[in-house]
């Protein structure tokens, strides 16, 4: 007897682990071909370059850059040459007889380069430049921010796949519950023919039973066309054809609570508004930057000269070190301040009440699995009831010391809380389900 116990147990405890172990395998499918974290993921991504770009802002940037200028009219600059030359040049001729000194011309140079090029590289790099510091832990915090996000939907992702798979399995056993009835009521069909033909029972009680038949048949449609609706969201869920097959496996036990079920302190909301807040302490620090200058240091190499001409002439280099100091803006930057520091504020307010929002939620999850224990807890008193009621007036409806309408109504009992009791045992796990959301306990790998 005691080996016979032990295997039992040891049989429900298998078949625990098992379905356990497969619900799991279908959670991790799902966190990992969801479209929607998917999505989300892509966006982390995104985030994560972004903050690549921001953390590279201190590094030197070198740019290529050339002009070339074709120019005819505008201002000219008049040069009198000649004027000033001139009588010098005749002079030297007549002193020395000869004509080595030619008369010059008056010249008017036009201030727009004609066929002029200048071409360059410069190499730049900021030395101080607090905006670029506070910005590169802003990008830092959004990236821990979207990180944060895919955890809360990764967390009510598995949820939702949970609650699906139970409700497939809610809908998978109905179906085995009807069929069951069926073969009850097929039976009781052909014991009322059976008394009709000895003329033991009226027409009445045979139409009544082929109507039973009838109900209990379109009952198990109803039940089928409810357990594709259920795949259909479970699968959708996985990012999977509608129809796929689900695996299916026996829960005849009830989740157990823990201690640590009260607790929300790992819930990713909270963690999503302390960063936030850092977020906000960075933006106050990037409208108090202006405070510091901000200096540069910049080198150009290139060539610049006419008619595309490239020499030791043409070269040359042009460094130097500049400076910006936002010294007055009428106010707009304490303004600015003053509106991060109120939103800060909220935030604290805001992190107050989603710690008081997230307990009741834990408290309200907690005290609804309670109740759906003690439903069940019911449903299966309920139901032993029912099975050896049905079973007393079947054996006095044959022997003819019960009316067929007693044998109904114990009949309709017997399936009634058979449905009632599948209802409340996968309910506790879907209520259970819930209570894991709250306090954020399943293990995401």
């Given at each position: 007897m005691k080996k016979m116990l032990f295997l039992c147990c040891l049989w429900i405890l298998t078949g625990?682990?098992?379905?356990?172990?497969?619900?799991?395998?279908?959670?991790?499918?799902?966190?990992?071909?969801?479209?929607?974290?998917?999505?989300?993921?892509?966006?982390?991504?995104?985030?994560?370059?972004?903050?690549?770009?921001?953390?590279?802002?201190?590094?030197?940037?070198?740019?290529?850059?050339?002009?070339?200028?074709?120019?005819?009219?505008g201002r000219t600059v008049?040069?009198?040459?000649?004027?000033?030359?001139?009588?010098?040049?005749?002079?030297?001729?007549?002193?020395?007889?000869?004509?080595?000194?030619?008369?010059?011309?008056?010249?008017?140079?036009?201030?727009?380069?004609?066929?002029?090029?200048d071409a360059r590289f410069r190499v730049s790099m900021p030395l101080i430049n607090a905006e670029i510091q506070h910005n590169k832990r802003i990008k830092q915090y959004q990236y821990?921010?979207?990180?944060?996000?895919?955890?809360?939907?990764q967390r009510e992702l598995v949820k939702d796949v949970k609650k699906a798979y139970f409700q497939y399995l809610q809908a998978t056993k109905a179906i085995e519950i009807y069929e069951n009835a069926q073969k009850i009521v097929t039976e009781?069909?052909?014991?009322?023919?059976?008394?009709?033909?000895?003329?033991?029972?009226?027409?009445?009680?045979?139409?009544?039973?082929?109507?039973?038949?009838?109900?209990?048949?379109?009952?198990?449609?109803?039940?089928?066309?409810?357990?594709?609706?259920?795949q259909a969201y479970f699968n959708?869920?996985?990012?999977?054809?509608?129809?796929?097959?689900?695996?299916?496996?026996?829960?005849?036990?009830?989740?157990?609570?823990?201690?640590?079920?009260?607790?929300?302190?790992?819930?990713?909301e909270l963690s999503k508004l302390a960063t936030a807040t850092q977020v906000n302490n960075e933006v106050t620090a990037l409208s108090k930057a202006y405070l510091v200058p901000k200096v540069n240091v910049f080198a150009d190499l290139g060539s610049q000269g006419f008619q595309w001409k490239f020499n030791d002439k043409t070269r040359y280099y042009f460094a130097g070190i500049s400076l910006e100091w936002n010294l007055f803006a009428s106010g707009r930057n304490i303004q600015k301040i003053k509106q991060n520091e109120?939103?800060?504020?909220?935030?604290?307010?805001?992190?107050?009440?989603?710690?008081?929002?997230?307990?009741?939620?834990?408290?309200?999850?907690?005290?609804?699995?309670?109740?759906?224990?003690?439903?069940?807890?019911?449903?299966?008193?309920?139901?032993?009831?029912?099975?050896?009621?049905?079973?007393?007036?079947?054996?006095?409806?044959?022997?003819?010391q019960a009316l067929y309408i007693e044998l109904l109504d114990a009949q309709n009992q017997y399936i009634s809380t058979q449905l009632q009791t599948n209802i409340a045992l996968f309910d506790t796990w879907m209520k259970y389900a819930e209570v894991e959301r709250a306090n954020a306990s399943f293990n995401i790998e």
């Open positions: 625990l682990v098992s379905a356990q172990t497969k619900l799991n395998e279908y959670i991790s499918e799902g966190l990992k071909s969801n479209e929607v974290l998917n999505q989300r993921k892509i966006s982390l991504e995104r985030s994560l370059w972004a903050l690549k770009e921001a953390k590279n802002l201190y590094a030197p940037s070198v740019t290529f850059g050339a002009n070339y200028y074709r120019a005819d009219g008049d040069f009198p040459i000649g004027d000033l030359l001139n009588p010098v040049y005749q002079t030297l001729n007549q002193l020395t007889g000869s004509d080595k000194f030619p008369q010059l011309e008056n010249q008017s140079i036009l201030l727009n380069p004609n066929d002029f090029y821990d921010l979207q990180k944060t996000e895919i955890s809360i939907y009781s069909n052909r014991v009322n023919k059976s008394l009709f033909n000895n003329q033991k029972v009226n027409r009445t009680v045979v139409t009544r039973s082929d109507n039973e038949l009838t109900k209990i048949e379109s009952q198990i449609k109803v039940a089928q066309e409810n357990q594709k609706n259920t959708f869920l996985l990012n999977k054809p509608l129809d796929s097959p689900i695996q299916i496996e026996e829960y005849s036990t009830l989740p157990v609570l823990k201690e640590s079920d009260t607790e929300v302190n790992k819930r990713e109120l939103d800060g504020k909220i935030l604290s307010s805001q992190i107050n009440q989603t710690n008081n929002q997230l307990q009741l939620q834990a408290q309200t999850s907690i005290n609804t699995f309670k109740s759906s224990l003690a439903v069940y807890e019911s449903n299966m008193a309920q139901q032993k009831t029912a099975i050896q009621y049905y079973n007393d007036m079947l054996k006095l409806y044959k022997e003819g």
